[in-house]
């Protein structure tokens, strides 16, 4: 499957009371960028981040949002979702995002990128958009984008073909994993089957599928 990146964005600093940081400082307001950005192990050259107890590091080094599914948010809101409206680092464009699978790689410009987990909403987010109810649509409409890890640094631009070169055979995809941990938990055994997911991720299915079991 080849798609292409139709944006990459980078977080501009916002000071704001719904900033997440104990600082009040976010960097969820990304705006598109002319040329290559380097991605690397630690994330995208330029990004600002404001609350890493929760966001960048090696599994979160980059977040992905479908443009098409952007698209959908345009109209059920009634405004226009710019690219980076999502926080996103790179807006793709024909790329099934939510179906995604867990440890698939991604080839774009002279990266090499791996996908890890869905994106968990958080008030950061909802206050950004000013949509008071917005985690709960976004939970509801379980189209969360996906983060990657970069297996090999290089650059990335608006335009460069995204491909997926490989793609494991257990399937479980993006938006299994984000409905099994919001939405459906009869699926979390399912998840026990995707090695690559993030080890804090892995522990907690392992926690739950256990609690549930007479």
């Given at each position: ?6 944006a ?66 345009s ?20 790329v ?26 958080c ?29 090999r640094?290089?650059e ?11 793609r494991p ?19 979390l ?16 299915v392992?926690?739950?599928v256990?609690?549930s079991?007479?």
């Amino acid at each position: 499957m080849t798609g292409r990146l139709a944006a990459v964005n980078l977080g501009m600093v916002t000071e704001a009371e719904w900033a997440g940081d104990a600082s009040g400082r976010t960097g969820i307001d990304k705006r598109p960028v002319d040329g290559p950005v380097l991605l690397s192990a630690d994330g995208v050259a330029g990004d600002f981040i404001g609350e890493r107890a929760h966001h960048g590091g090696p599994d979160q080094a980059v977040y992905a949002y479908a443009g098409e599914d952007a698209e959908w948010w345009s109209a059920e809101l009634g405004r226009t979702v710019p690219p980076g409206g999502f926080g996103e680092n790179l807006t793709t464009s024909a790329v099934d995002v939510t179906g995604a699978v867990i440890g698939e790689l991604w080839v774009i410009g002279s990266a090499v990128l791996q996908v890890t987990k869905p994106r968990t909403p958080c008030t950061t987010f909802a206050g950004f958009w000013g949509v008071p109810d917005l985690i709960k649509r976004f939970t509801v409409r379980a189209a969360p984008g996906a983060y990657l890890r970069v297996l090999r640094e290089g650059e990335v631009g608006a335009g460069d073909p995204v491909e997926v070169v490989d793609r494991p055979a257990h399937g479980v995809t993006i938006g299994e994993v984000f409905r099994a941990m919001n939405l459906e938990p009869e699926l979390l055994p399912r998840l026990l089957d995707a090695a690559e997911l993030p080890e804090p991720v892995m522990a907690k299915v392992r926690r739950r599928v256990s609690a549930s079991r007479p």
